[in-house]
């Protein structure tokens, strides 16, 4: 696929169906994430490839937002490392940008679901997830990645209609 058709294509998916995503393809999306950039060329992305059921269903209570990852089989939750890196947010954003890009090339669909500063019915989503996960406080927790095949019949791929010309501003502010 041509790289702006993936995103293009790129949709956060709510449903998928049973198929299990090949062990291959979760390869290449641990190597999409570790290629990503990272601020001075640190690597303190932590990956949990997350397919047991138990898991998944007790993730999809973490947040108010987070029951999408009870449609799939497989979620990616994006970690960092605290005590080699300090660039956090920016490091894992990029790699679960890089994640979600790479599955829509393998005709992947994916859902991202906040965790790190967010609440839910068992107070702080991040510490229940490290909990759940059984990692210890110096790994942050981004969000979660619901990874899988949709049910979807047709992905409507994003249109120029979505660019929001007024908030293109070239040098300064309000010059257009």
């Not at 696929?1 to 790129?10: A, C, G, H, L, P």
């Amino acid at each position: 696929m041509e790289f702006f058709d993936v995103i293009k294509k790129r949709r956060s998916i709510r449903s998928f169906n049973s198929k299990e995503v090949d062990p291959i393809k979760i390869e290449n999306l641990i190597k999409a994430a570790f290629w990503s950039p990272s601020f001075d060329k640190v690597k303190a992305i932590n990956l949990f490839i997350i397919r047991e059921k138990d898991t998944i269903k007790k993730l999809a209570t973490s947040t108010p937002y987070s029951s999408v990852l009870r449609a799939t089989n497989t979620i990616i939750l994006i970690g960092y490392d605290s005590e080699v890196g300090n660039h956090f947010e920016v490091d894992t954003s990029m790699a679960a940008m890089s994640i979600m890009l790479t599955a829509t090339d393998m005709n992947l669909s994916t859902c991202y679901v906040q965790i790190h500063k967010e609440s839910g019915p068992f107070g702080d989503a991040e510490a229940y997830t490290r909990n759940l996960i059984s990692a210890p406080d110096k790994i942050k927790i981004l969000g979660a990645i619901a990874l899988g095949y949709t049910d979807q019949r047709e992905i409507i791929p994003h249109t120029e209609s979505e660019i929001i010309r007024k908030n293109v501003h070239y040098n300064l502010y309000g010059i257009h």
